[in-house]
């Protein structure tokens, strides 16, 4: 039974908005909770270390060598097969070893975020 | 002009036709503001490390390196040595998190992770400083080269260049650059790669066997006891920590398609780097027994230039002097359209991209006018200045970059309580003591003693100075951290496949 008179505008009737998994940990880095605060805290020290890492391991070995010349001016006269030591080092060797410490780095930094993802992709029980 | 100059005309004008061609040919995928600045970030790793290698590799490695080499001895390698560590240092700490921040430029980036004004300005005017800074010596450079190959007046170098670096610059922006300068690092390598070849078989056939080397040509470390350690040290910190501070470097992360792809470009990088700073020493070593008179002088930056002809008689030394040419000039026009294009970015958006008299230029417009001005300037101030000397020059670039840039970027990825006043307050701390330095050292024209040392080299005191700065300043004004640190850390260092909001 209808009444005269202009209808009412229709109205679309949907539901609360749902997330698309409503207990993945990723809900808790987007909320900013401290879970989630835990977690991001856990990969920015994970990916640090990692890079410090790297980084003192190329001032042990590069970073040294001019202190190692400077304490004992004798290595300068050292040559292997007829090069001088400073000219092989520096020259040619050092490229290969910072192209090697690279290599590391990103292989293990693409691990940690793995390792990132598969954990905050997890749903709670 | 004479015969002599027919190898360096005809090396020339083919690296000039080859650039504009291939520019013109990018330039059909270039259509929009983005495919300018950034070349819609999506460009391979492999192409894009080859055209980061063009880009970086400038005169001061293709021709600086030997001449310093034949001069001073093994103490200058380190300035290869620098410049290529410098990429892994910017591997590890900035280039996955500075490619997913998102931004375009450094001023983008500071404003995006401090929310602040203030910052991007200052950051902006520091860009144009670096820039200018390390864009002086290539014009310059170009017109030394032109002299000495060709016989060109002085203003030659520097015009060509900057006409042709315009031209690419302004029709196709980032993106034909791209296909330009993953060229030109192949020519370089090409063109250092070949003459070496060929000179050292002559060397091993010549039985010449080795220099006469004076003492310390195989130390690596400056002379001069503790001064000459600390000239040595303060040289690794600016190339290590100020390549990731360059514009033109740092612009170039913003192409990758995500974090994963720009550190596997950087890795990239770090192999053609390698490859290439092996050959420019081996002119310096080969110098040093075939042109020793040039040692010490002001044609020693010449030495891969001038060597092919003394070593070779005949049309093989000529054609080799054609293929040396072409690698300078290709390094001048690379280093050049890069540097241009870092800057005229900052320029389009912060100053010929704003509103003027009621009128405000379209995206592309103002990155247009932005790039003749990027241009201009450094090309006139390189016309009417005296050489500065290529090497020193882009060594000052360096340590303003470690001094400022550096520390932003080290303490804006990786620590939360970085604030507005505390950045402003570095970035000029460093700036302004490393342009004391500077200011110091082009003033004193023979240095002597502590001070001058500590001033010709400042990256050891005015990085630790900017760092410390930037630390003290944000922990004193720390209820100024912006709101957004957390979302914005989200985004720098979480993969890209997780579906997460980064603000």
């Given at each position: 039974m209808s009444e005269p008179g202009p209808s009412p505008d229709r109205v679309r009737v949907t539901g609360p908005p749902?997330?698309?998994?409503?207990?993945?940990?990723?809900?808790?880095?987007?909320?900013?909770?401290?879970?989630?605060?835990?977690?991001?805290?856990?990969?920015?020290?994970?990916?640090?270390?990692?890079?410090?890492?790297?980084?003192?391991?190329?001032?042990?070995?590069v970073g040294l060598l001019p202190l190692v010349f400077h304490l004992v001016p004798a290595l300068s006269r050292f040559e292997v097969l007829g090069v001088p030591l400073a000219w092989l080092l520096l020259g040619a060797l050092v490229y290969p070893w910072l192209l090697a410490l690279g290599w590391i780095y990103v292989r293990r930094a693409e691990r940690n975020e793995r390792d990132f993802a598969e954990l905050v992709t997890e749903v709670n029980r | 002009m004479n015969l002599d100059a027919a190898p360096g005309i005809v090396a020339v004008t083919a690296v000039t036709i080859a650039t504009l061609v291939i520019g013109t040919w990018g330039l059909r995928f270039s259509r929009t503001t983005s495919d300018f600045f950034v070349a819609s970030r999506s460009v391979r790793p492999r192409l894009n490390a080859s055209a980061i290698g063009g880009e970086y590799l400038s005169a001061a490695s293709f021709l600086g390196v030997a001449g310093l080499v034949l001069t001073f001895g093994a103490d200058m390698l380190w300035y290869p040595v620098g410049w290529t560590a410098g990429y892994l240092v910017l591997l590890v700490l900035v280039a996955a998190p500075l490619r997913r921040s998102g931004a375009y430029t450094l001023p983008d980036f500071a404003e995006a992770r401090l929310g602040s004004r203030a910052v991007r300005s200052v950051c902006s005017l520091l860009v144009v400083a670096v820039g200018w800074l390390y864009l002086l010596p290539q014009f310059q450079g170009a017109g030394i080269t032109l002299r000495s190959t060709i016989g060109a007046p002085t203003w030659v170098g520097p015009a060509i260049v900057g006409i042709i670096v315009l031209a690419n610059v302004t029709s196709g922006g980032m993106r034909s650059i791209t296909f330009v300068q993953a060229f030109q690092y192949w020519l370089k390598l090409t063109a250092l790669l070949v003459p070496a070849a060929v000179l050292l078989a002559v060397w091993a056939d010549d039985a010449t066997p080795y220099a006469s080397?004076?003492?310390?040509?195989?130390?690596?470390?400056?002379?001069?006891?503790?001064?000459?350690?600390?000239?040595?040290?303060?040289?690794?910190?600016?190339?290590?920590?100020?390549?990731?501070?360059?514009?033109?470097?740092?612009?170039?992360?913003?192409?990758?398609?995500?974090?994963?792809?720009?550190?596997?470009?950087?890795?990239?990088?770090?192999?053609?780097?390698?490859?290439?700073?092996l050959l420019p020493p081996l002119y310096g070593a080969l110098g040093r027994v075939y042109a020793p008179t040039l040692a010490g002088t002001d044609r020693a930056d010449a030495l891969v230039l001038e060597l092919p002809r003394i070593m070779l008689d005949g049309p093989a030394g000529e054609l080799l002097t054609g293929l040396v040419t072409a690698g300078a000039f290709a390094a001048f026009l690379s280093t050049s359209s890069g540097l241009s294009i870092a800057v005229a970015g900052v320029l389009s958006q912060d100053v010929t991209g704003r509103l003027w008299a009621g009128r405000r230029l379209g995206g592309v417009a103002a990155f247009r006018l932005g790039a003749v001005v990027a241009v201009t300037v450094p090309c006139v101030v390189a016309l009417a200045v005296p050489n500065l000397g290529v090497a020193r020059a882009v060594g000052l670039a360096f340590a303003m970059a470690a001094s400022t840039f550096c520390p932003l970027l080290l303490l804006g990825i990786w620590w939360r309580r970085l604030t507005p006043a505390g950045a402003i307050a570095g970035l000029l701390a460093g700036g302004v003591g490393c342009g004391v330095a500077i200011v110091w050292t082009l003033v004193v024209s023979?240095?002597?003693?502590?001070?001058?040392?500590?001033?010709?080299?400042?990256?050891?005191?005015?990085?630790?100075?900017?760092?410390?700065?930037?630390?003290?300043?944000?922990?004193?004004?720390?209820?100024?951290?912006?709101?957004?640190?957390?979302?914005?850390?989200?985004?720098?260092?979480?993969p890209e496949v997780l579906d997460l909001d980064r603000g």
């Open positions: 749902r997330r698309r998994t409503p207990t993945a940990r990723t809900a808790d880095i987007d909320d900013e909770t401290r879970l989630g605060g835990m977690y991001m805290g856990s990969l920015l020290r994970e990916q640090l270390r990692l890079a410090l890492g790297v980084l003192t391991v190329l001032g042990l070995t | 080397g004076s003492d310390g040509w195989s130390v690596p470390l400056a002379s001069g006891g503790g001064e000459g350690l600390y000239v040595t040290y303060s040289l690794i910190v600016a190339t290590f920590l100020g390549t990731m501070g360059l514009p033109h470097v740092v612009v170039r992360f913003y192409t990758n398609p995500d974090g994963r792809a720009a550190r596997r470009t950087t890795l990239v990088v770090l192999g053609l780097l390698g490859v290439f700073y023979r240095p002597s003693g502590w001070t001058d040392t500590l001033m010709g080299q400042p990256a050891a005191w005015s990085f630790p100075l900017a760092l410390a700065t930037m630390v003290v300043v944000s922990l004193l004004t720390a209820p100024r951290i912006p709101a957004h640190t957390g979302r914005f850390l989200v985004r720098l260092h979480t």
